[in-house]
């Protein structure tokens, strides 16, 4: 799975398009509830989507509609998912042997809510620097994907980060047990035990907590042979380095 999404995530084409090429044919409707058996109350029928129990499938129904219905009841867990995404200036950065951070991680954001949609699950968008400065409320719907997409694409990277502030924030607001999914590249002035602890805080509310870490390659190899000036993008500041002495 992480090399199929490493490799889709560099095809050409739109934000939307790249996240169906991505997400088409690959887990859509896998998510299934927990709870089944007996005991629980019917609520309403909606289109099977693959991946379904099939013995969940109202064949009756298909007999005089000929289309597939699987049944939902009350007491069927939907999943509810916030995406956090780090828009500070260090997300601007690349090497030039491949996207920005930035682009890489938006289309990462976009492909997800296509894959939670089509589970038929809630999503969210939080986007933050130093604090969070959007929010999408979580929902399941084509208008709510259409929506995510045109904030993603309307995003221009700038500011400071202060994960630990954003979380805290991010984390006032989740009142009910839910997916956490953080993508930054985790380039924070604040001490790194606090934002561990928060989450392990969110963690201990029973949500589920995933953290996707985006660098560039020349940030892991730090592959400099010259004398080199490195520029801050989020504080302006110049160094100059020499990685022979």
């Not at 953080?182 to 924070?188: N, Q, R």
């Not at 392990?200 to 400099?224: G, T």
Request: hydrophobic share 40%; net charge negative.
């Amino acid at each position: 799975m992480e090399k199929f999404l490493l490799e889709k995530l560099v095809s050409p084409g739109s934000l939307k398009l790249r996240a169906k090429s991505i997400v088409d044919g690959f887990l859509a409707g896998m998510h299934d509830s927990p709870l089944k058996g007996a005991g629980l109350d019917f609520a309403e029928h909606r289109e099977y989507a693959r991946g379904d129990d099939l013995k969940r499938l109202d064949w009756k129904l298909a007999g005089k509609t000929d289309k597939y219905y699987v049944k939902q009841y009350k007491e069927e867990s939907t999943l509810t998912c916030y995406i956090l995404l780090d828009i500070s200036g260090s997300m601007d950065f690349s090497s030039g042997s491949s996207e920005t951070k930035m682009l890489y991680a938006m289309q990462l954001a976009a492909s997800l809510s296509y894959l939670i949609k089509s589970g038929h699950d809630k999503f969210g968008l939080f986007t933050f620097n130093d604090k969070v400065r959007d929010l999408i409320p979580p929902a399941s719907s084509a208008a709510q994907l259409n929506l995510v997409i045109k904030q993603l694409e309307s995003i221009t990277p700038s500011g400071r980060t202060s994960v630990f502030r954003s979380l805290q924030e991010a984390g006032s607001l989740i009142k009910k047990k839910a997916m956490v999914i953080l993508i930054s590249d985790l380039y924070d002035e604040s001490p790194e035990p606090e934002a561990l602890k928060y989450f392990k805080y969110l963690a201990s509310r029973k949500n589920e907590v995933l953290v996707f870490h985006i660098l560039d390659e020349a940030e892991l190899s730090l592959d400099y042979r010259e004398p080199f000036v490195f520029e801050g993008l989020e504080n302006g500041e110049r160094l100059l380095a020499h990685p022979e002495l």
